[in-house]
């Protein structure tokens, strides 16, 4: 099965689940504010795909941090701040087994239509 992680106030999480639904691909929606993201599945996301695939910084909650969070960002210091701070997770994030896929572009989509 196919967990979709996001943010339901999220624009482009929300055309992933509508998309998903249209491809008839079975998923359950988390919300990584609401639900939390438990501190080993973070860990694994970075074994994965890397820290530098999950920090978004582009994002608001990127732009509040300050110069002292951001500067020397290693993998340790990634994910405690992507553990305290959920919405700075590039979004969506896309489990299934021991594949995650980070984002919702053409690429992306091609990669989930072969799980």
């Given at each position: 099965m196919l967990t979709v992680w996001g943010l339901k106030t999220c624009d482009t999480c929300k055309k992933a689940v509508k998309w998903l639904e249209a491809e008839?691909?079975?998923?359950?929606?988390?919300?990584?504010?609401?639900?939390?993201?438990?501190?080993?599945?973070?860990?694994?996301?970075i074994g994965v795909v890397g820290w530098e695939v999950l920090v978004n910084k582009a994002s608001t909650t990127w732009r509040g941090l300050g110069d002292g969070d951001k500067d020397g960002l290693d993998a340790a210091?990634?994910?405690?701040?992507?553990?305290?701070?959920?919405?700075?997770?590039?979004?969506?994030?896309?489990?299934?087994?021991?594949?995650?896929?980070?984002?919702?572009r053409d690429a992306q989509r091609d990669a989930l239509k072969v799980l």
């Open positions: 008839g691909i079975a998923h359950t929606v988390k919300d990584v504010r609401a639900d939390g993201v438990p501190g080993d599945e973070l860990a694994r996301w210091r990634a994910e405690a701040l992507l553990a305290a701070h959920p919405t700075l997770i590039k979004r969506p994030v896309f489990v299934a087994g021991d594949q995650v896929i980070v984002g919702f």
